[in-house]
């Protein structure tokens, strides 16, 4: 049996995991204890928890309240080893993967690799934009943002003094209204006092979305309170509108229209983080196609979950949402699933059970939907958003840690994160 990774010699079975997110690690939280060698591998050693990058990337928290070490979360022991190697290929015919440090055996795979910033076919957007996926993502645009003010500041440029910053983020989903939300917060805020020789005010903050509407997964009223709350921030929001190139200074619309434009961040959408070794009918807009099983079709031995999994049911023709809590599901469904394989017993199919869907825009503002019926947004909303976020992060550490910083920057109003580490001139 291939082994480079240093990985013990077993007469188990062998399970690889490849990602330690919220598919991977729900997984391996169900199987931890069945008489198999389940081999963790992740291209980082923290778990991150994606729901509150944009506060990362706006100064709110530090990366550390929100990634958790893989290592810390699965403790390892004789049966469950974990190794940072990233993934390259997937022989299927020889059941082999390739990592950078070489290649490893399975007996069964699960593929738990999530998702990647979705550029729709634009390659060239991707060398100029700012994208909100990984924790290197967020602490870029912290830096690249507040790097921008210090030039200013220095800058004997007038111009530069009176029109400080345009920033623009496309994507009018969650990820798009929470970071717009917070940027203007952060400007009516931070950057006044911070900056008081800018003209903070003339800071232009501009949400894009193609559809013509905002939060298009949730409801119409959803979308038509985050737009308001926005619009109350001094968020310019552009609807039915298109990106079609962005050289760094300029954004062009695919109506031909142009805006200025310091800063993109793209959060228009995402798609599967494949690995090589596909066939083209394995894969489907971008995602592993699995049966109800979350089994990768012809090979009964590799199974993908989460943002990677493209799967359908009844209520979700064109496949379920990519969210942490589908994730989370695949992740203890197949885990149970697993046992019934060791048992001798059928597979149970897997059935999405949605739990509903929030939003912030900032302070006392959130929209919640549970039900079609069930909806409210405002200070209620936003204290929900809260308490759900505050119970999905791991570990009682952290909890405390991004609890702490929510009541300090809700009595103080300030975000203590503005650090640059990288950036300097
Ligand atoms: C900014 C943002 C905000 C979000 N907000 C919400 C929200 O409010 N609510 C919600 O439900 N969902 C939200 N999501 C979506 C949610 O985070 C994902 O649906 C969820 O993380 C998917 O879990 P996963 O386990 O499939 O993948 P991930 O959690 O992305 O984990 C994938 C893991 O695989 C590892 N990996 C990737 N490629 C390789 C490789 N080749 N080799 C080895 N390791 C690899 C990665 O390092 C990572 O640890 C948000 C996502 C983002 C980016």
């Given at each position: 049996?291939?082994?480079?990774?240093?990985?013990?010699?077993?007469?188990?079975?062998?399970?690889?995991?490849?990602?330690?997110?919220?598919?991977?690690?729900?997984?391996?939280?169900?199987?931890?204890?069945?008489?198999?060698?389940?081999?963790?591998?992740?291209?980082?050693?923290?778990?991150?928890?994606?729901?509150?990058?944009?506060?990362?990337?706006?100064?709110?928290?530090?990366?550390?309240?929100?990634?958790?070490?893989?290592?810390?979360?699965?403790?390892?022991?004789?049966?469950?080893?974990?190794?940072?190697?990233?993934?390259?290929?997937?022989?299927?015919?020889?059941?082999?993967?390739?990592?950078?440090?070489?290649?490893?055996?399975?007996?069964?795979?699960?593929?738990?690799?999530?998702?990647?910033?979705?550029?729709?076919?634009?390659?060239?957007?991707?060398?100029?934009?700012?994208?909100?996926?990984?924790?290197?993502?967020a602490i870029s645009i912290r830096e690249y943002f507040f790097s921008h003010f210090e030039k200013a500041a220095r800058s004997t440029d007038k111009e530069k003094h009176e029109k400080p910053l345009e920033v623009t983020i496309v994507g009018g989903g969650p990820t798009g209204v929470e970071v717009a939300g917070a940027i203007a917060e952060l400007k009516r805020n931070i950057l006044v006092k911070d900056y008081p020789t800018l003209n903070v005010d003339s800071i232009r903050i501009t949400l894009v979305e193609a559809l013509d509407r905002l939060l298009p997964a949730m409801s119409g009223y959803s979308g038509r309170i985050s737009k308001k709350y926005l619009k109350k921030l001094g968020v310019e929001v552009?609807?039915?509108?298109?990106?079609?190139?962005?050289?760094?200074?300029?954004?062009?619309?695919?109506?031909?229209?142009?805006?200025?434009?310091?800063?993109?961040?793209?959060?228009?959408?995402?798609?599967?983080?494949?690995?090589?070794?596909?066939?083209?009918?394995?894969?489907?807009?971008?995602?592993?196609?699995?049966?109800?099983?979350?089994?990768?079709?012809?090979?009964?031995?590799?199974?993908?979950?989460?943002?990677?999994?493209?799967?359908?049911?009844?209520?979700?023709?064109?496949?379920?949402?990519?969210?942490?809590?589908?994730?989370?599901?695949?992740?203890?469904?197949?885990?149970?699933?697993?046992?019934?394989?060791?048992?001798?017993?059928?597979?149970?199919?897997?059935?999405?059970?949605?739990?509903?869907?929030?939003?912030?825009?900032?302070?006392?503002?959130?929209?919640?939907?549970?039900?079609?019926?069930?909806?409210?947004?405002?200070?209620?909303?936003?204290?929900?958003?809260?308490?759900?976020?505050?119970?999905?992060?791991?570990?009682?550490?952290?909890?405390?840690?991004?609890?702490?910083?929510?009541?300090?920057?809700?009595?103080?109003?300030?975000?203590?994160?503005?650090?640059?580490?990288?950036?300097?001139?």
């Open positions: 049996m291939d082994n480079t990774l240093n990985i013990p010699e077993t007469t188990l079975k062998r399970v690889v995991v490849i990602g330690g997110g919220f598919a991977g690690i729900n997984f391996i939280k169900h199987i931890k204890d069945e008489k198999l060698q389940i081999v963790l591998l992740d291209r980082h050693n923290y778990h991150l928890f994606q729901p509150l990058l944009y506060q990362v990337a706006t100064a709110g928290l530090e990366p550390g309240s929100i990634a958790s070490p893989l290592r810390n979360l699965l403790t390892p022991d004789d049966d469950f080893i974990f190794r940072v190697a990233r993934v390259d290929y997937i022989d299927q015919e020889k059941n082999r993967l390739k990592t950078g440090d070489g290649a490893l055996a399975y007996d069964y795979l699960v593929i738990a690799c999530g998702a990647t910033p979705n550029f729709f076919g634009n390659k060239e957007l991707s060398k100029t934009v700012h994208t909100l996926k990984t924790a290197e993502d552009k609807l039915g509108k298109m990106v079609n190139s962005y050289d760094g200074e300029t954004i062009e619309f695919k109506d031909e229209t142009t805006q200025n434009c310091d800063m993109l961040i793209w959060a228009a959408g995402v798609k599967g983080n494949l690995i090589n070794g596909f066939t083209d009918d394995q894969i489907e807009k971008g995602q592993l196609l699995v049966d109800e099983f979350n089994r990768v079709a012809v090979y009964e031995n590799v199974f993908a979950i989460g943002d990677i999994a493209f799967q359908k049911d009844k209520n979700y023709e064109k496949g379920l949402p990519m969210l942490a809590q589908v994730a989370i599901q695949q992740g203890n469904h197949l885990g149970k699933n697993f046992t019934n394989i060791i048992n001798g017993n059928p597979l149970e199919p897997f059935r999405f059970k949605n739990k509903g869907a929030m939003a912030t825009v900032g302070r006392n503002k959130a929209v919640v939907e549970l039900s079609a019926k069930i909806k409210f947004g405002g200070f209620l909303g936003w204290l929900s958003w809260i308490l759900v976020h505050l119970f999905q992060i791991l570990g009682f550490r952290r909890k405390l840690v991004v609890m702490g910083h929510w009541i300090y920057s809700y009595f103080t109003y300030d975000k203590g994160n503005r650090i640059i580490i990288h950036n300097q001139p």
